[in-house]
């Protein structure tokens, strides 16, 4: 069964296409951080926009690449939420049109349920149920995957997301946006010269919280009599080290808790060098997994979304062909009826 994934959400149009037997046949991505990077932030009109502008030609442009007619695909997924509402009705009514009119099912995925399947891309993958970190821009939360479309939020943030808190920081050190990668790279240059907060390391279960930390590192940033870029460094190397420690050390409690054996990570934070080294070391001495998807599908893409879609397809009938979205559906309300 050949499923084409179509990926919207926020700031990166993303087309692929999967087999169900074959695995990941190709993928390809539109980014729109240049266009964003001047307002510090995704404008969601602008980004609505430029959706309309790539999404055909990339589509045109996969099924040329890797031979394939438009006629065989038997299936058609893409993000129908949460996200940017504007930019979700781009994808969602040109999949819902497109399968109306091949005659095929349309199949709405959750944009977090992608993120978390992503390591099923791989060929090493994990065997169902496993506990997943999913920390991206919007999102920190660790959850207890049973099976597809069986997740529980065992642990969540209660204010910042861990890639807002990183691009809140790199943009503290005048690094851009999104400045996540950016600020991993800069740490890699900084010496442990400066001690940060690890927050709720020790309290509040496995909940989250990264707001103090942007406000910690605030008050060092003020501290400086001059920002030269060697402090900038070590700011840098103090914020992820405070991150990823309190990151990986949930994560062992979560393992712990469930007593699962293998944890997935994902979501554009998954791919922090210094998370995945530090879980890999933790991983030996504790006895646990760690399953990453390789980086390009750590940040969005449609390859998660056609796994997820392929993965779902049993779940799908030739529908009604709606035009909806869901910009704040819940990753707990998965299983309602679309
Ligand atoms: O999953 P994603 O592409 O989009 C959302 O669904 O949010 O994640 C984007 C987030 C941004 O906050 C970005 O700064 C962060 O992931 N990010 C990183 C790295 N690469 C991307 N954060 C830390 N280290 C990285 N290498
Ligand atoms: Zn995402």
Redesign the pocket.
Known sequence: MLVLGIESS?DETGIAIYDSKKGLLGHTLHSQIELHSFYGGVVPELAARDHIKYIIPLIDKLLEKNAISIDSIDSIAYTAGPGLSGALLVGSSLAEALAYSLNIPSIPVH?LEG?LLAPMLEDDKPSFPFLALLV???HTQLIDVKEIGKYEILGDTLDDAA??A??KTAKLLGLGY????VL?KLADKGKPEFELPRPLLNTHGLNFSFSGLKTAVLTLVKKQIELTDSIKANIAFAFQESITDVLVKKSIKALKQTGYKNIVVS???G???QLREKLKLQSKNENFKAFFPKLEFC??NGAMIALAGALRAHLSSKNNYKFSVKPRWKLSEIESTF
């Open positions: 926020c944009h993120h991206s821009g919007g890639g807002e990183f691009d999104p400045g996540g990668a991993s979501g554009g934070v791919a922090n060098k940040t969005d």
